[in-house]
């Protein structure tokens, strides 16, 4: 099914990828003397097609809201009223994502996908989902509805005119199926991919791991059918994140990564559909360990680490001001001939 979902998705321009890092040999500093600010304007330049890459201009954060049913376990340090209240502060403009986005010149949208209320419209799926330590999170019918989602999402975003996506992650208790997803996907124990959250104590922490780990053994034969396993192990908000992030690879759009939410719904994307990872990097290395084995297994290397755990795309934003002056650095640093500066011998 998932096939049917996604087409073959097609590798950045390894042309331009070559233009772009001969032009960050030509220009005015030591070759290689802005880092991973020269790979970043290499990446973006692959991804469009084109060297110089165009600016970006346009970047859109879309934030994925979901409740889960495992958070009746005691798993999450806030009560599960809090997701809807915040999904509000969001579309207020008093959240973290708001301030960090504003600054790094993004919008911010948020989709309820799965809240705990009874609403209707054509990005819901249903509300909530089930606890996926004994039960499954939805219906396989619920869960391709969610990659839809995810998937028209996408398509209204870079139809209206976004240059670069940021997917953000809300709902009270979303880090607990995000560490059954990457330890199932990478082969992790429980103990290894399960930290605290929001911030919660030690008890709570052993159910937490409790929890992720009976995900685990009901997700154990479904590692190699995305639909399946989101089904078994995600949620509707986490399956639409990951139909959001592989059709941005089909519609050729970068995207930056947040953090181990966000990164456990792009392995689920990867796995439906592959090659989707070249088209993303990570924004940040965020303070769950899960996130790291994640990124590892995607093989990404995070743009900052700032010890970040919020969530809401918070991390990628904060990245974003480096991933759009890398394209700056291509357009407007002059070259040594341009400039009339000898190069070194």
């Known amino acids: 099914m998932a096939a049917e979902l996604f087409p073959t998705i097609d590798a950045p321009s390894a042309d331009a990828r070559a233009q772009a890092t001969a032009h960050q040999n030509v220009l005015t500093k030591p070759a290689g003397s802005l880092g991973r600010l ?94 996926i330590d004994r039960e499954d999170a939805m219906t ?51 103990v290894k991919v399960v930290g605290r959250g929001t911030g ?6 052993q159910r937490k791991v409790a929890a992720v780990r009976d995900a685990m053994f009901r997700a154990r034969e479904k590692t190699s059918d995305p639909i399946a396993f989101a089904r078994t192990t995600a949620s509707p908000d986490l399956a639409a994140m990951a139909g959001f992030l592989a059709q941005a690879a089909v519609r050729r759009t970068p995207v930056i990564l947040d953090g181990v939410v966000v990164t456990s719904a792009a392995l689920i994307a990867d796995l439906a559909a592959p090659g989707a990872r070249d088209w993303w990097v990570a924004g940040h290395a965020g303070a769950e360990p899960a996130h790291a084995i994640a990124l590892e297994r995607l093989g990404l290397e995070p743009i900052v680490s700032l010890g970040l755990r919020l969530g809401e795309g918070s991390g990628a934003a904060t990245a974003l001001p480096l991933v759009k002056l890398s394209a700056n650095i291509l357009c407007d640093m002059a070259t040594f001939s341009s400039a009339g500066v000898s190069e070194a011998h």
């Open 38 to 131: 020269e790979q970043l304007g290499i990446w973006l330049s692959a991804c469009q097609g084109v060297c110089p890459p165009k600016k970006i201009t346009d970047p859109r954060i879309v934030v994925f809201a979901g409740d889960h049913g495992v958070a009746a376990n005691g798993v999450s340090a806030y009560p599960t009223e809090v997701s809807l209240q915040m999904a509000a502060n969001i579309r207020a403009g008093g959240a973290g994502i708001n301030a960090i986005g504003s600054a790094s010149g993004a919008t911010v949208r948020v989709v309820d996908v799965s809240l705990d209320h009874d609403a209707e419209g054509p990005e819901r799926v249903r509300r909530s989902c089930g606890s």
């Open 140 to 190: 396989t019918e619920e869960a391709i509805a969610a990659f839809k989602v995810g998937i028209a999402v996408a398509d209204q975003e870079v139809d209206s005119g976004a240059d670069l996506l940021i997917a953000g992650d809300l709902g009270i208790g979303n880090t607990t199926p995000a560490a059954a997803i990457i330890g199932s996907l990478c082969g992790a124990e429980p």
């Open 200 to 205: 919660i104590d030690d008890a709570a922490w």
